[in-house]
């Protein structure tokens, strides 16, 4: 595995991996990497992909500081694991060498309704800063593929939107394929994140419960109105020492929040959900 600091560097590295046949498969993170990113890694390997990972943990993305500041970094084991998955290469930028002008000067871009709704409404500013790095990000490493996972499905999103914009801002920008892979889990269905290593081992022995929630929605969508079950679920999680922020039933494509199953429409239940200060997601497809 190849590892970068500069962006001159991975540019140049990249420019002669795809002259020479090469297809770039991109997975972004920002690190404290668990088996879901490796998930995607081994997604963009299957796939026959030069597999490029990077890790930067985004200031412009989180709304709250105190969360940036605990957001776990561990390098190394990340390099080991990357080693163990084959991955290709990884990129380690410094901020200055995403935002060179600083963080106000770089790119916004607007999502509309999608960045008002759900993480967008708890996390204002959020996607406003996902859009800033995805979009330096694909600039530096010009993939073929990128790889998200649909734990954050909202940013999945999101991301398609901003491929879209970035089509419309450049007509030769080369927008990579989206490849949305499953969310991985632990064994009582807890959706494995890297912030899941912040929880207590009390708050881990009922993390599961977001899990369950979704399951028993998904379950019994044909026998109760969504609103009796969003209050089963609610009332579940305040008694295990939750503080659920939104349990949402929306449109699959479009994000549009529902208050009822809808027959024959693709359907998404969300859960955003506070545990010892550490805030989960999740989500299901109905
Ligand atoms: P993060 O490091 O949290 O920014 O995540 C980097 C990428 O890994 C994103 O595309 C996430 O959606 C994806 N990811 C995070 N957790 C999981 C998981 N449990 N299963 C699959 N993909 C995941």
Not at 53 to 66: G, H, K, L, R, Y
Not at 115 to 141: D, N
Not at 233 to 259: N, Q, R, W
Request: hydrophobic share 45%; with cysteine; aromatic share 8%.
């Amino acid at each position: 595995m190849v590892i970068f600091k500069r962006v001159s560097d991975i540019s140049e590295y990249i420019k002669r991996q795809k002259a020479a046949g090469a297809k770039v498969g991109f997975v972004p993170t920002m690190g404290a990497l668990h088996a879901g990113h490796l998930s995607l890694v081994a997604a963009a390997k299957n796939a026959g992909c030069l597999v490029v990972c990077s890790i930067f943990v985004n200031p412009t993305q989180f709304n709250d500081a105190e969360d940036f500041k605990k957001y776990p970094i561990t390098t190394d084991a990340d390099v080991e694991l990357l080693l163990g998955a084959n991955c290709d290469v990884l990129f380690l930028p410094s901020e200055a060498e995403i935002y060179p002008l600083g963080t106000k000067a770089a790119s916004a871009f607007s999502f509309g309704y999608l960045e008002t709704v759900l993480e967008g409404e708890h996390r204002p500013g959020h996607f406003k800063g996902v859009g800033q790095v995805v979009s330096r990000l694909l600039q530096i490493v010009s993939p073929d593929f990128l790889f998200l996972g649909a734990k954050d499905f909202q940013q999945c999103c999101i991301v398609r939107h901003l491929l879209i914009q970035m089509v419309k801002a450049d007509a030769c920008f080369p927008a990579p394929e989206l490849v949305v892979c499953p969310t991985l889990r632990e064994p009582d269905g807890l959706a494995m994140s890297s912030r899941n290593r912040r929880l207590s081992e009390g708050q881990r022995a009922v993390a599961g419960n977001i899990y369950r929630c979704l399951v028993s929605i998904q379950a019994k969508q044909a026998d109760a109105p969504f609103a009796v079950l969003k209050k089963e679920c609610d009332d579940m999680l305040k008694s295990k020492g939750f503080h659920p922020e939104y349990i949402s039933l929306a449109h699959y494509e479009t994000l549009e929040l529902l208050d009822e199953f809808q027959n024959g429409r693709p359907m998404i239940v969300l859960i955003a959900a506070v545990l010892g200060g550490v805030r989960l997601i999740d989500n299901m497809m109905l």
